[in-house]
């Protein structure tokens, strides 16, 4: 995935900075690795705009939200750093501020009604259906934000909206029409599939040694946690039938079923008591920790985990890595109990030695030779191979391909209609794909996929056009940056 993520970075960029804000809710990632200028909170200046140290905080989380949504609970600080996410983030905000440059220039505007007319559309602001301004700033508030700062990114949103709007080109018929016999081209073809599988390797030991010398430092121990724990079970509050029903009363837009319909008093009870219980519970836990702090009481047990095996929600691993030697974290709830925890010590990751890492050593060097042998036998068959053939594959005849997934075969139709010449070879993963066009025609016009093409043509123009006014506009446009990253 990281290498995908990497090889896609630069489509990524433009389809995910001209996405509208989706940072409510998302929270605040901090990087701690970058040094500013002599200007106090900017970070850079694009024309007469100087960029904030708060603008990029937002950009950066955004981004990291994003990605976190991509990759699921895999992702973390580290996979952020391998995919330079701090880059991406300022590369994104300089040419946010360009296009908000150009739309200026153009004499572009966005009214308060416009930026009024997108906040209500907004669900984390309403209450009952409707817009709460309460609700609203309580939510910035979370976030770190104020409305006037929430409605400039609004503000910024919509411009570049518009100034997307002005590349936008509706192709005629005639070209959807030929563009789609291009793009469904048919082939008849000859292919066959090479594995890792078809080839033998043998391992000399000095050679082995060798690879791990110079790859030794791919070969690391995990990061670990010494930490001390306490926990502590869940309490009941003995909540009155008063007590609950004021919990209802304030609270029962809270209580809500999976259709968004709120429960009624006697639908909520059960999760009302559980929440008083978990409210009750809490206050002693607080407790408890500043009792920690004070060295007034012990934790339950001693352990150490790596990084990976932390038995927590990846919200709370995160903030346990974040702790200072000694740092206590305060109580957090999981599994019915809080949970207080407290880093005695962080074990940095280091170079294993051979012996070590030979296990893995072996597999990464058995691998790497069958890849180099696989690669050879593909050369050395490609003139004469016999294999499956495959009558009128276009690029959705993934199906066609028997002997790889939905995704591979995808894959390999994609390197094959890119391809110029009429045999070749495909590398799709750790498989290798032979193949020979031996006949090809244009495809017959089929009009229920003009929404598809007219997809894939607006796609390739507005990145196209977009990509080329941004080089345009940084070369007349003074950008100065105040930001450099510590080596």
């Given at each position: 995935m990281i290498t995908w993520m990497q090889r896609h970075k630069k489509w990524l960029v433009i389809t995910i900075w001209i996405s509208t804000i989706a940072f409510v809710g998302a929270g605040f990632v901090g990087w701690g690795s970058y040094n500013y200028g002599t200007k106090g909170g900017v970070v850079a200046t694009v024309g007469d705009k100087e960029i904030s140290v708060e603008e990029y905080s937002r950009e950066y989380s955004n981004l990291y939200s994003q990605y976190s949504q991509i990759f699921g609970a895999s992702f973390n600080k580290e996979l952020a750093e391998q995919l330079r996410l701090k880059d991406i983030a300022f590369a994104q905000l300089m040419q946010k501020n360009l296009l908000m440059s150009y739309g200026s220039s153009l004499g572009l505007i966005v009214t308060d009604e416009e930026i009024a007319k997108e906040?209500?559309?907004?669900?984390?602001?309403?209450?009952?259906?409707?817009?709460?301004?309460?609700?609203?700033?309580?939510?910035?508030?979370?976030?770190?934000?104020?409305?006037?700062?929430?409605?400039?990114?609004?503000?910024?949103?919509?411009?570049?909206?518009?100034?997307?709007?002005?590349?936008?080109?509706?192709?005629?018929?005639?070209?959807?029409?030929?563009?789609?016999k291009l793009l469904f081209l048919e082939d008849d073809i000859t292919y066959k599939i090479l594995t890792l599988d078809d080839v033998d390797v043998t391992i000399d030991e000095n050679e082995l040694k060798k690879y791990f010398d110079e790859n030794q430092n791919s070969y690391k121990s995990e990061v670990s946690y010494d930490l001390e724990i306490k926990e502590f079970a869940l309490l009941s509050a003995?909540?009155?039938?008063?007590?609950?029903?004021?919990?209802?009363?304030?609270?029962?837009?809270?209580?809500?079923?999976d259709d968004g319909k709120i429960k009624s008093f006697e639908e909520a009870?059960?999760?009302?008591?559980?929440?008083?219980?978990?409210?009750?519970?809490?206050?002693?836990?607080l407790s408890l920790y500043l009792k920690l702090k004070k060295s007034e009481d012990n934790f339950d047990k001693k352990?150490?985990?790596?990084?990976?095996?932390?038995?927590?929600?990846?919200?709370?691993?995160?903030?346990?890595k974040e702790l200072k030697k000694d740092e206590i974290l305060k109580p957090f709830f999981e599994n019915n109990r809080f949970y207080i925890v407290k880093l005695v010590k962080t074990n940095p990751s280091v170079n294993l030695t051979f012996d070590e890492a030979k296990t893995?050593?072996?597999?990464?060097?058995?691998?790497?030779?069958?890849?180099?042998?696989?690669?050879e036998l593909a050369q050395n068959s490609l003139k004469d191979f016999k294999g499956n053939d495959a009558v009128g594959v276009n690029r959705a005849s993934a199906a066609k391909i028997k002997g790889l997934n939905e995704q591979e075969a995808i894959e390999f139709l994609g390197q094959l209609f890119a391809s110029s010449t009429k045999d070749g070879i495909a590398k799709v993963g750790s498989k290798v794909v032979l193949y020979r066009v031996n006949s090809s025609k244009m495809a017959s016009y089929d009009k229920a996929k003009d929404s598809f093409v007219l997809d894939e043509i607006k796609q390739v123009q507005n990145s196209d056009l977009l990509s080329n006014l941004l080089k345009k506009l940084e070369n007349s446009i003074a950008i100065k940056t105040l930001m450099q990253t510590k080596e």
């Amino acid at each position: 995935m990281i290498t995908w993520m990497q090889r896609h970075k630069k489509w990524l960029v433009i389809t995910i900075w001209i996405s509208t804000i989706a940072f409510v809710g998302a929270g605040f990632v901090g990087w701690g690795s970058y040094n500013y200028g002599t200007k106090g909170g900017v970070v850079a200046t694009v024309g007469d705009k100087e960029i904030s140290v708060e603008e990029y905080s937002r950009e950066y989380s955004n981004l990291y939200s994003q990605y976190s949504q991509i990759f699921g609970a895999s992702f973390n600080k580290e996979l952020a750093e391998q995919l330079r996410l701090k880059d991406i983030a300022f590369a994104q905000l300089m040419q946010k501020n360009l296009l908000m440059s150009y739309g200026s220039s153009l004499g572009l505007i966005v009214t308060d009604e416009e930026i009024a007319k997108e906040l209500i559309n907004y669900e984390e602001f309403k209450v009952d259906g409707k817009f709460n301004k309460n609700k609203y700033v309580a939510i910035l508030q979370q976030n770190r934000m104020s409305p006037q700062d929430f409605e400039n990114s609004l503000r910024n949103s919509i411009m570049f909206q518009k100034v997307q709007a002005l590349f936008t080109i509706e192709p005629t018929a005639n070209e959807i029409e030929n563009i789609s016999k291009l793009l469904f081209l048919e082939d008849d073809i000859t292919y066959k599939i090479l594995t890792l599988d078809d080839v033998d390797v043998t391992i000399d030991e000095n050679e082995l040694k060798k690879y791990f010398d110079e790859n030794q430092n791919s070969y690391k121990s995990e990061v670990s946690y010494d930490l001390e724990i306490k926990e502590f079970a869940l309490l009941s509050a003995n909540a009155t039938q008063e007590d609950i029903q004021n919990h209802f009363d304030k609270f029962k837009s809270d209580y809500k079923f999976d259709d968004g319909k709120i429960k009624s008093f006697e639908e909520a009870k059960e999760e009302i008591i559980k929440d008083l219980d978990e409210n009750f519970t809490k206050k002693e836990a607080l407790s408890l920790y500043l009792k920690l702090k004070k060295s007034e009481d012990n934790f339950d047990k001693k352990v150490t985990y790596s990084q990976n095996k932390i038995p927590f929600l990846a919200e709370n691993v995160e903030k346990i890595k974040e702790l200072k030697k000694d740092e206590i974290l305060k109580p957090f709830f999981e599994n019915n109990r809080f949970y207080i925890v407290k880093l005695v010590k962080t074990n940095p990751s280091v170079n294993l030695t051979f012996d070590e890492a030979k296990t893995k050593v072996i597999e990464d060097f058995k691998l790497s030779l069958k890849a180099k042998k696989l690669d050879e036998l593909a050369q050395n068959s490609l003139k004469d191979f016999k294999g499956n053939d495959a009558v009128g594959v276009n690029r959705a005849s993934a199906a066609k391909i028997k002997g790889l997934n939905e995704q591979e075969a995808i894959e390999f139709l994609g390197q094959l209609f890119a391809s110029s010449t009429k045999d070749g070879i495909a590398k799709v993963g750790s498989k290798v794909v032979l193949y020979r066009v031996n006949s090809s025609k244009m495809a017959s016009y089929d009009k229920a996929k003009d929404s598809f093409v007219l997809d894939e043509i607006k796609q390739v123009q507005n990145s196209d056009l977009l990509s080329n006014l941004l080089k345009k506009l940084e070369n007349s446009i003074a950008i100065k940056t105040l930001m450099q990253t510590k080596e």
